[in-house]
């Protein structure tokens, strides 16, 4: 897994590029949450992710979290095929705000 | 078709088991969008023997063996990690929002069949899945 992260003035864009799964889902969940020490909005470009399993779900669970409990944003924008299956058989593709891009995340 | 790939239980390992995997479904004729649920499915499984079978130990082996034959899909992984209390390897869907429980959820999903065998060598665990592939083909007129 690879990733960048992008500053806006009140938001950072975090791009997440390759596989997130058990060796890489601890870094993506620590990158997620330093964010949300930064700023209040988060949005997660996953559009270049071509493989996320439950460890790497329960990062963007838990970034999920840290938002509501400080009453910031966070949301996934440009999701990829193979993440919009895992979330949709987690049953979480209804619980995160979904976005077709990052601009439309940046913009809402 | 029979493949066999053993594997060290690590973190590191499972792209390995995802790619036979993949290779697997693709020479047995499977649709694009089966042969990546049986990847999510099969990865999640190696997974949950790395973190809860060998509990992050790192000189535990797997064996994952699949098998292709008149239309189904045959996954058998094995381990010889002390037995997995089977009552755990229920699919338990969170009630709540939480990190976490989601693999064997995602792992009877995806799979017709999900059974935990006793192990051939009377040590470790043994779990079997399967999928019907001829069954969820569209049917030909």
């Not at chain 1, 992260?5 to 590029?17: G, L, N, Q, T």
């Not at chain 1, 997130?20 to 969940?29: F, G, K, M, N, Q």
């Not at chain 2, 996954?75 to 929002?97: C, G, M, N, R």
């Amino acid at each position: 897994m690879k990733h960048e992260i992008i500053e806006k003035p009140d938001a950072r864009v975090v791009i997440f590029s390759g596989e997130i799964d058990l060796e890489s889902s601890p870094v993506a969940r620590e990158i997620l949450i330093k964010c949300f020490q930064i700023t209040k909005k988060v949005i997660v470009d996953l559009s270049q992710v071509s493989y996320i399993d439950s460890s790497g779900v329960a990062s963007l669970v838990e970034a999920l979290q840290a938002a509501k409990k400080n009453g910031g944003t966070f949301a996934l924008a440009a999701t990829s095929e193979p993440t919009r299956r895992v979330l949709e058989l987690a049953r979480l593709d209804k619980v995160f705000t979904m976005f077709d891009s990052v601009d439309e995340g940046l913009a809402s | 078709m029979v493949t066999r790939h053993t594997f060290p239980a690590i973190a590191e390992a499972l792209p390995g088991a995802r790619a036979v995997t993949r290779k697997a479904c693709e020479a047995c004729g499977c649709s694009a969008e089966v042969t990546q649920d049986m990847v999510i499915a099969i990865s999640e499984a190696c997974q949950n023997i790395v973190r809860h079978a060998y509990k992050g130990a790192p000189d535990g082996v797997a064996t994952l063996e699949i098998r292709c034959k008149d239309g189904i899909l045959e996954f058998f992984l094995e381990d010889s990690a002390p037995p997995v209390d089977k009552e755990k390897l229920k699919p338990k869907w969170p009630k709540e929002l939480k990190p976490g429980g989601l693999g064997i959820c995602l792992i009877h999903d995806v799979m017709d069949e999900v059974e935990y065998l006793p192990a051939p060598s009377g040590k470790g665990n043994l779990l079997r899945m399967a999928k019907f592939i001829e069954r969820d083909k569209p049917n030909e007129t």
